[in-house]
Nanobody, 125 residues
C-alpha cells in the first residue's frame, strides 16, 4: 500500500492548510485512514481518522473543532483541512492505513499497517 502525503509548508498562526494523502491504485479504499503527527522529541500523536466509506470520523481533542478529515474515493485521496493553526501544531504529519473496523483502534498508531513518508507543517507565531 502506497500513501503519499503533500500540502505541508510554513504558515503563520491563524492561517489554514490542507494536507492530502494520495493512495495510488486505491489499495486502501476498503480501510480506514488516519492522520498522525510527530514533533521533534515527541511521540507520534493521533489527529484524526475516517472510515473506509467516509461515514465515521474521529478526532483528537487537539484537532476537534479546527481540523476536518475527509476522503474522496474517486480520487483515492484523504484530506486533512487544518484551520486556525497554532505554533504547537508544528510537526511532521503522517497518513496511515488501518485494517481494523473497530473505531477504538483508530486512536493508536499500533493499529495502523501502512504509513506515508510524512509532510512537514511549520506554524510561525
Amino acid at each position: 500500500v502506497q500513501l503519499v502525503e503533500s500540502g505541508g509548508g510554513l504558515v503563520q498562526a491563524g492561517n489554514s492548510l490542507r494536507l492530502s494523502c494520495a493512495n495510488p491504485g486505491g489499495t486502501a479504499s476498503l480501510y480506514a485512514l488516519g492522520w498522525f503527527r510527530q514533533a521533534p522529541g515527541e511521540a507520534r500523536e493521533f489527529i484524526a481518522a475516517i472510515t473506509y466509506n467516509g461515514r465515521g470520523t474521529y478526532y483528537s481533542d487537539a484537532a476537534e473543532g479546527r481540523f476536518t478529515i475527509s476522503r474522496d474515493s474517486s480520487e483515492n485521496t484523504v484530506y486533512l483541512q487544518m484551520n486556525n493553526l497554532k505554533p504547537e501544531d508544528t510537526a511532521v504529519y503522517f497518513c496511515a492505513m488501518s485494517k481494523s473496523y473497530y473505531s477504538a483502534d483508530y486512536y493508536s498508531s499500533v493499529n495502523y499497517d501502512s504509513w506515508g513518508q510524512g509532510t512537514q507543517v511549520t506554524v510561525s507565531s
